[in-house]
C-alpha cells in the first residue's frame, strides 16, 4: 500500500525540470514524509521505486540543495501548519517536535545574519557589542525549544514512535541522513562564536558533514567561518590588551554579551543532553546513533567543551580575571564518531 502511494506521488522528469521552486520544495517535503515511512518498515525506496535515483537528485539540484532527499527544512519550515501539515504519524507530540523546532529556526536564522554582521565589527565598537547582545537572545530561543520538548514530548514517544522514520537511505553509491534537528545552524553559529578556533576535530567533522544538509546560502558560511578567529578569541584579544583595571567599557560591554551567548548555548546543551540521553538510553531507544549521524557520546563532548568555552570568556571578563587562552587539542584525530 505504501510502496503504491509513494510510486503514485513520483513526479516524472519533465514535471521536475519545469517546476518552480516552491514546487519543487513541496515536491520534496511530501516525498519525503513517504521515504521515512517506507524506510521505517525496512524497505530502501529506491528498491521499489527506481525511478528515485534521478527525480530525487533532480529536485535536490533545482532547489538550491546538496543531498537527494528531504531534510529538517522541508519537514519543518516547507510544511504548512493546521490541517495541511504533513506528518509521518498525525500524533500530537509529533506536532510539538516540529513546533520545537518551529520556534528556534526563524531565530537561529537571523542569529546568523548577526554572526555575518559581526565579520567587520571589533569589540571595541558599541556595534559589536549590542549585536552580540542580541545574538545571546536569540540563541536563548533553543532554551524555550528545549523546555516545550521536555514538557511534552515522551522520550519513549521519540526513540520508540518517532526516531524509525528519521532513518537514512541509499539513493548512488551514498547513504542519506533524514530530517534531523542537528542540522539546524546552531553549528554555524557556534563555528563563528566559538569553535572554529577552539573546537576538537571530532566537532568540526561533525559540523563539516552537517553542511550538507544547510540551506543554500549558509553553505559557503560554513567553510568560511572554519577560518578565521572566533568571537572568543576577538573578545579575549581585545581584553588582554589592557591591564585589568584599564579595560576600556565598550569591550567590557562586548565580553558580557558574549557570556551571556555562551551561557545560552550551553543551557540549550544542558537540556538537550538530558532529552538525549533518555531517548538512547539502552533499554529505551532503538538506535545508537542519533538522526544527525551523531551519538550522546558527540554531545556530551561538545557539551564540555561549549562549557570551557563559556568558564574562559567568564575567567577573563570577571572582576578577579585570571588570563587564559585556551588553546584546543587541536591536531591528530580523536577516537571520536559522531
Ligand atoms: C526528543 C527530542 C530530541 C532528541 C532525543 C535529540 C537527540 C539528539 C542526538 C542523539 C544528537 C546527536 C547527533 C545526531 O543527531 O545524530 C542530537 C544533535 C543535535 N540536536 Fe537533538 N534531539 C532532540 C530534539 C532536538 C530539537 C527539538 C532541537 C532543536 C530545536 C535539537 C537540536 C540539535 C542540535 C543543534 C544537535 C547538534 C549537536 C549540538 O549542537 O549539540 N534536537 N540530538
Known amino acids: 500500500?505504501?510502496?503504491?502511494?509513494?510510486?503514485?506521488?513520483?513526479?516524472?522528469?519533465?514535471?521536475?525540470?519545469?517546476?518552480?521552486?516552491?514546487?519543487?520544495?513541496?515536491?520534496?517535503?511530501?516525498?519525503?514524509?513517504?521515504?521515512?515511512?517506507?524506510?521505517?518498515?525496512?524497505?530502501?525506496?529506491?528498491?521499489?521505486?527506481?525511478?528515485l535515483e534521478e527525480v530525487l537528485p533532480l529536485i535536490a539540484r533545482?532547489?538550491?540543495?546538496?543531498?537527494?532527499?528531504?531534510?529538517?527544512?522541508?519537514?519543518?519550515?516547507?510544511?504548512?501548519?493546521?490541517?495541511?501539515?504533513?506528518?509521518?504519524?498525525?500524533?500530537?507530540?509529533?506536532?510539538?517536535?516540529?513546533?520545537a523546532v518551529r520556534v528556534a529556526l526563524p531565530m537561529l536564522s537571523t542569529a546568523v545574519d548577526v554572526c555575518t554582521s559581526l565579520d567587520d565589527a571589533t569589540p571595541g565598537e558599541l556595534a559589536f557589542a549590542t549585536s552580540v547582545n542580541e545574538l545571546a537572545t536569540l540563541v536563548g530561543t533553543m532554551r524555550d525549544s528545549m523546555d516545550l520538548v521536555i514538557a511534552n514530548v515522551g522520550p519513549e514517544f521519540f526513540a520508540r514512535t518517532m526516531r524509525p522514520y528519521f532513518q537514512d537511505i541509499r539513493v548512488g553509491d551514498d547513504t542519506w541522513l533524514g530530517p534531523a534537528a542537528a542540522h539546524v545552524p546552531v553549528a554555524l553559529i557556534?563555528?563563528?562564536?566559538?569553535?572554529?578556533?577552539?573546537?576538537?576535530?571530532?566537532?568540526?567533522?561533525?559540523?563539516?558533514?552537517?553542511?550538507?544538509?544547510?540551506?543554500?546560502?549558509?553553505?559557503?558560511?560554513?567553510?568560511?567561518?572554519?577560518r578565521g578567529p572566533s568571537l572568543v578569541s576577538r573578545v579575549v584579544e581585545a581584553l588582554e590588551r589592557h591591564p585589568r583595571q584599564d579595560v576600556p567599557y565598550v569591550i567590557n560591554a562586548s565580553a558580557e554579551a558574549l557570556c551571556r551567548t555562551m551561557r545560552a548555548l550551553t543551557v540549550f546543551r544542558g537540556k538537550h543532553l538530558s532529552i538525549a540521553r533518555e531517548a538512547y538510553a539502552p533499554d529505551t531507544g532503538l538506535y545508537e546513533l542519533g538522526s544527525g549521524g551523531g551519538s550522546v557520546a558527540l554531545l556530551e563532548n561538545v557539551m564540555n567543551q561549549a562549557r570551557d568555552m563559556a568558564t574562559l570568556v567568564r575567567l577573563n571578563t570577571s572582576g578577579t580575571r585570571r588570563r587564559r587562552t585556551g588553546k584546543p587539542p587541536r591536531g591528530g584525530k580523536p577516537s571520536c564518531e559522531f
Open 1 to 51: 500500500m505504501l510502496i503504491s502511494v509513494l510510486r503514485n506521488a513520483l513526479p516524472s522528469i519533465e514535471e521536475v525540470a519545469t517546476a518552480s521552486l516552491p514546487d519543487l520544495l513541496a515536491m520534496m517535503r511530501d516525498l519525503g514524509i513517504l521515504l521515512g515511512s517506507v524506510k521505517r518498515h525496512g524497505v530502501e525506496p529506491v528498491a521499489v521505486a527506481p525511478e
Open 62 to 99: 533545482r532547489s538550491g540543495m546538496v543531498i537527494p532527499r528531504d531534510t529538517i527544512y522541508h519537514y519543518v519550515l516547507w510544511n504548512p501548519v493546521g490541517p495541511r501539515e504533513r506528518l509521518y504519524t498525525g500524533l500530537p507530540m509529533e506536532r510539538m517536535l516540529m513546533s
Open 190 to 226: 557556534d563555528l563563528r562564536v566559538w569553535a572554529s578556533d577552539h573546537a576538537d576535530d571530532c566537532y568540526l567533522d561533525f559540523v563539516d558533514h552537517s553542511a550538507w544538509y544547510a540551506l543554500e546560502r549558509w553553505r559557503p558560511l560554513y567553510r568560511d567561518w572554519q
